[in-house]
């Protein structure tokens, strides 16, 4: 693991503000400084190099170790559906972002995850928001999510496609699946597609309510987050003794607005 200082030939290959988005939850959820952290997926190294500017010893991994370009950290390449190239309980914090919506099978991604984490480690990942209202508009009337279009037919090259559209829900029920346990949802900002249609929010949460109760599973889907965000930015934590602190406020899970 290497620490890196400066690196500007390192882009990032994220939606423009989307590191911006995970390094103010991640500061939020614990503080970097003296951490082992893994970016997986990491691209060029653009977060690698914030992340290590934070303080953080940082390992980065991806398919494609070639582009990367942050000076000081180590990137080993890694194999989709295959083993991740280290040890068991290495890393204090995972983070893998605009990943996971590329990824063909999920329990191995969260089992991977969870394997080289420590007791109490994170694992930070965003994914395109296929809950929102502008979302959930485009699939009445087109049946595709948003960010998720058609699949081009016979191409397997999931880096070139967005091929797993996942709600919520279903992301929160594989990571307890792999012992990790949902901590807080966040996004990187609201759509302005979304504001428009929050007229729609109170009938929303009243039918879920009524077909499906009041669980926080089921309000958790049509959190704040979920109804408006563009990308939605999750925080698990591996189960067993925490190395690392909890979520401000979160009271054992993530919080409901």
Known sequence: MSRATSSPAAREMAIPGTHDAVMRVFSKVCAPAGLDVLDLGAGE?????RLAAEGAAVTACDVDTGRFAAEGVECRRCEP????????????????????????????FFAEAARVLRPGGLLLFTTPN?????????????????SFGPLEPGVRDAASQHIS??????????????????????????QTG??????????????????????????????????????????????GRASLPSVEGSGGGPALP
């Not at 729609?200 to 889907?221: C, K, N």
């Open 194 to 239: 979304s504001l428009l249609l929050c007229f729609l929010v109170p009938l929303i949460r009243l039918f879920s309510r009524l077909r499906f109760g009041s669980s926080a599973e089921v309000r958790r889907q049509n959190c704040r987050a979920a109804l408006l965000g563009r990308k939605l930015i999750i925080v698990a934590r591996k189960k």
């Open 81 to 108: 559906g295959l083993p991740l190239p280290f040890e068991d309980g290495s890393f204090d914090a995972v983070l893998a972002v605009e990943v996971a919506e590329h990824v063909d099978g999920h329990d191995a």
């Open 165 to 190: 559209p996942f709600t919520l829900n279903r992301y929160e029920w594989l990571l307890s699946c792999h012992g990790l346990e949902l901590e807080a949802v966040e996004t990187d900002k609201h």
């Open 45 to 49: 190294g653009a977060l690698s190099v």
């Open 130 to 146: 296929i809950l929102s209202l502008k979302s959930r508009l485009r699939f009445l009337l087109s049946g595709f999510f948003y």
